[in-house]
């Protein structure tokens, strides 16, 4: 008879940004756990506050699943004697198999062992299973305490273990299991005793814990929306800041407060930052999209006394903003252009100057990118402007307290300053994209600014030999780089990544020849991943990817595109034949030793109709890639698949004559080059 398993365990409070991950941990910790051991079960289903993590197994079978297996052992000849006796090798394979010699088996000229093994007790199995559950979490930071060896996100304070009725008995940091767990910690009277997994949720909503995240997450939506509406305005509910809220508290009450109408005059961006990202409250606004002297939080508890808590939280906010104005005031003295000297005296990085000589460098990495691409020349004037003010703002006292401002009080104080409005925009935007989904830059200036920052940022850090390890990644590097093919690919831009390295390092003074060839190398490898990253997130088979990677990478734009064609001309036919008929050219031209092809050495019809598909193909092939247009390339390509299998049929490659197979060769090496300007097919599945 099955079971509802469940296990919850009680912790300080975790941070917010710590749970997600957390969740779908355990749930698939515990997913391969029951699968590894043959337990059956319906579902799983993770739950969790700030103060506890929380597994439901449902329906988990009473026994393991028996397991009938033949396993095969030695041949005949090395497990029996020529009398027929069991040698040593057969009585250790029938031991290590836990078989009686005598039931091994014959089949084949080889022995067998026929294992039937029985599945155990699922009860008696729990005791080991949910421990090693909890030891398989793993977190970005962990804590000690006490004077025990665990590690843990949190102290563990209880740990909940039913396995239907039954409390499951262990311990974890000394800490042993049972069924009482702990309600909300103001509101909840006392421990609280769990019956089963059954009732494990509504048990804890009568004392006031929501277990269910996305219950939760129902509520605040729904009570923000609703106390907006109710005062005239419309919530802006950001997804991030309202998955953190919905772990920074297990029972949700929205409330309204309010601020000054003075501050409205600030930007809005000036109030909207520290009400989100330092109070963690949601900003209104009015239906014409303007901010309303109001804001919604939320608190971990009920309705009751509501009016203390909006007191606390609007004098809070009151600090904050009046700091904000402050700033704001006072930065206005001073232009932005009057800043640049105090960029002197900030270090970009160890050995690599200052931000002064940052922003030089961007502006000359702009405008190279500017040649390189063909851009308007017209842009040149604004990139200029825009590269040399595009890090002043890191000196206002406004982006030294409120970080999360740099670029948007540039673009404010460019404005208010009488710089034109492509020059100011050019200043926000260089920052972009400034998180995975953020928006990318629209401007050319933008884009060029953005570009030559992010680049001058990994070459100087992988200069100084720190580039990204595993998770570690302090410099946001990978973050840039994506950054980087984003903007490319949506400007549409030809730009060669190892030119780019190049001018950046010649920027930066990177003399040694052996140093600069090493970074060009570490910088096409790290980029290879992100534009992996970025087709994989375009839907891009793995195979094509890798096909068209393999051509080269150093147009990151052609790239794309031709990942686009090939998945394009795969969906639309049946590319069986030409791939083969690719890949078999391909490996015989890698035995061709000369790249130039004699049409008075072909003797075959075969092979001069080959020669002559190719010389049109090609031609047409050439003017395609040319446009950029890859997949009317494959089109083309697609004509010389039956002179290809004709000529395999009748032609021997590998003539005894040297100069005829040369010549062969060299045909075969010539169809696999312009083929491979678009994917090297041998890498599709």
């Known amino acids: 008879m099955s079971k509802d398993l469940l296990l919850e365990i009680g912790t300080e409070e975790i941070p917010a940004r710590f749970m997600t991950g957390i969740l779908n941990q355990i749930e698939t910790i515990a997913k391969n756990k029951f699968a590894e051991l043959r337990i059956a079960f319906d579902e799983v289903q993770a ?9 439901i197994v449902k329906n ?4 393991q699943e028996d397991i009938s297996s033949e396993n095969k052992g030695p041949s005949i000849k090395v497990a029996f004697d020529a009398e027929g006796n069991p040698t040593k090798a057969g009585m250790g394979f029938a031991r290590g198999q836990k078989v009686d010699v005598k039931d091994l088996v014959v089949k084949d000229g080889y022995v067998y062992a026929m294992v039937h093994e029985v599945g155990q007790e699922t009860s008696g199995m729990m005791a080991t299973v949910l421990p090693e559950i909890i030891h398989s979490l793993n977190f970005s930071k962990n804590m000690h305490w006490a004077d025990l060896d665990m590690k843990f996100v949190r102290p563990i304070k209880w740990i909940v273990a039913l396995f239907g009725n039954e409390v499951v008995d262990f311990s974890v940091a000394e800490v042993k299991t049972g069924n009482v767990s702990r309600g909300h910690r103001f509101l909840s009277q006392g421990d609280i005793v769990i019956k089963n997994a ?3 949720v509504e048990t804890l909503e009568k004392e006031f814990v929501i277990v269910d995240q996305d ?3 129902d509520m605040i939506q729904k009570q923000i929306l609703e106390l907006a509406e109710s005062k005239g305005g419309n919530a ?5 800041l309202l998955e953190e809220v919905v772990f920074l508290v297990e029972y949700p009450t929205a409330l309204c407060g309010n601020f000054e109408d003075k501050y409205l005059k600030l930007p809005p961006e000036t109030v909207i930052t520290p009400m989100r990202e330092h109070q963690r409250y949601f900003p209104v606004k009015a239906a014409d999209g303007s901010l309303m002297p109001m804001f919604i939080t939320v608190r971990n508890g009920g309705k009751e006394h509501l009016e203390i808590v909006q007191h606390g939280n609007e004098r809070v906010l009151r600090a904050r903003l009046a700091d904000a104005q402050f700033f704001f005031e006072e930065d206005c003295k001073v232009k932005l252009i009057d800043r640049l000297e105090k960029l002197k005296t900030i270090v970009f990085q160890e050995g690599l100057g ?3 000589d940052k922003a030089e460098r961007l502006a000359k990495l702009s405008a190279f990118l500017v040649k390189h691409t063909g851009a308007d020349q017209s842009a040149l004037v604004t990139i200029e402007r825009g590269a040399k003010l595009a890090k002043t703002d890191l000196v206002t006292g406004m ?4 970080t999360e401002l740099q670029g948007i009080m540039g673009r404010e104080y460019a404005l208010l300053n009488g710089e034109t409005k492509e020059v100011a925009q050019a200043i926000y935007e260089h920052y972009l994209p400034r998180f995975a989904g953020d928006e990318l830059p629209a401007s050319v200036a933008g884009q ?3 570009i030559a920052d992010k680049i001058d940022n990994i070459v100087a850090t992988f200069s100084r030999g720190l580039i990204p390890t595993g998770s570690q990644d302090p410099y946001a590097l990978r973050r840039q780089a994506l950054g980087i093919v984003n903007i490319l690919i949506d400007g549409k831009y030809d730009v060669s990544l190892a030119g780019l390295v190049e001018e950046t390092m010649n920027l930066l003074s990177i003399a040694d020849i052996e140093k600069r060839d090493k970074l060009i190398a570490d910088v096409q490898e790290f980029f290879r991943l992100r534009i992996k990253n970025v087709l994989t997130d375009e839907n891009i088979r793995y195979d094509i990817i890798d096909a068209v990677l393999a051509t080269g990478m150093d147009n990151i734009y052609d790239v794309y595109l031709k990942a686009i064609a090939v998945t394009a001309e795969i969906e639309k036919r049946d590319m069986t034949k030409a791939i083969q008929a690719f890949v078999r050219v391909g490996n015989l031209a890698k035995k061709a030793e000369a790249a130039i092809v004699k049409a008075e050495l072909f003797i075959t019809d075969e092979e001069k109709n080959l020669y002559q598909a190719y010389v049109s193909v090609n031609s047409a092939v050439e003017s395609l890639i040319e446009g950029k247009d890859y997949a009317g390339a494959i089109d083309a390509m697609m004509d010389l698949i039956e002179p290809i299998d004709t000529f395999f049929d009748n032609v021997m490659v590998m003539d005894k004559e040297e100069a005829i197979k040369t010549n062969r060769l060299a045909l075969l090496s010539s169809i696999t080059n312009m083929v491979n300007q678009v994917a090297d097919f041998s890498k599709i599945v």
């Open 47 to 55: 739950y969790g506050t700030p103060r506890r993590i929380a597994l």
């Open 60 to 63: 988990v079978a009473d026994k």
């Open 198 to 200: 059954d009732s494990y």
């Open 215 to 217: 219950k939760r997450r």
């Open 236 to 240: 802006e509910i950001s997804e991030d």
């Open 354 to 356: 200052t931000i002064y």
């Open 399 to 402: 982006v030294c307290e409120f």
């Open 448 to 450: 060029f600014i953005s």
